[in-house]
């Protein structure tokens, strides 16, 4: 919950499989072996094919899952975007 009140979203990195928090003002983020981080909101924009970066190693960045969609749907009254996380 606190993430989601401070518009960040966790993210598991592609090469470390880590999870790192980040903005979630954007629709996708990309990340570099080098750990650079591309923002955008283009579907079709991808990192890996513009020439300006001259690098071909960014991967999308995914959402981290902290329980499946169904598990959100059978409890009823969470959203598609609600969080739940145990500490």
Known sequence: MFLT????????NPYTKEIEIATENWKHRWVS????VIY???EEYNPKLDV??????YKRTPIHKQFPPIALNALGCFGERSRITFY
């Open 40 to 42: 955008n909101d283009s």
């Open 33 to 36: 072996k080098s750990r650079g």
């Open 5 to 12: 009140l401070m518009g960040q979203e966790e993210y598991v």
């Open 52 to 57: 300006n970066l001259k690098r071909s190693d």
